[in-house]
């Protein structure tokens, strides 16, 4: 956590980006919740971080930038 313009911040780059309307932020990674084990293909699919995943938070970006 940063502090920044009084506030702390957790996440600098998505402050950064929003501030100077540089580019949208999508965030891609494993969501507020408790972990978990098993195999790693298994995982990925619970977590949403296959690359058919990655490649949907990616539209969304491309979609949010016009």
Known sequence: MVF???VDV???GLVVC???DA???IKV???DTFG???PANDLLGIFGL???DIVEKAKQAIA???
Request: aromatic share 8%; hydrophobic share 45%.
């Open 4 to 6: 920044l313009f009084g």
């Open 10 to 12: 957790p996440d600098v």
């Open 18 to 20: 929003a501030v100077y």
């Open 23 to 25: 580019v949208p932020v």
């Open 29 to 31: 990674g494993v969501q």
């Open 36 to 38: 978990m084990s098993g």
């Open 50 to 52: 296959r690359a058919k």
């Open 64 to 66: 949010a930038k016009k």
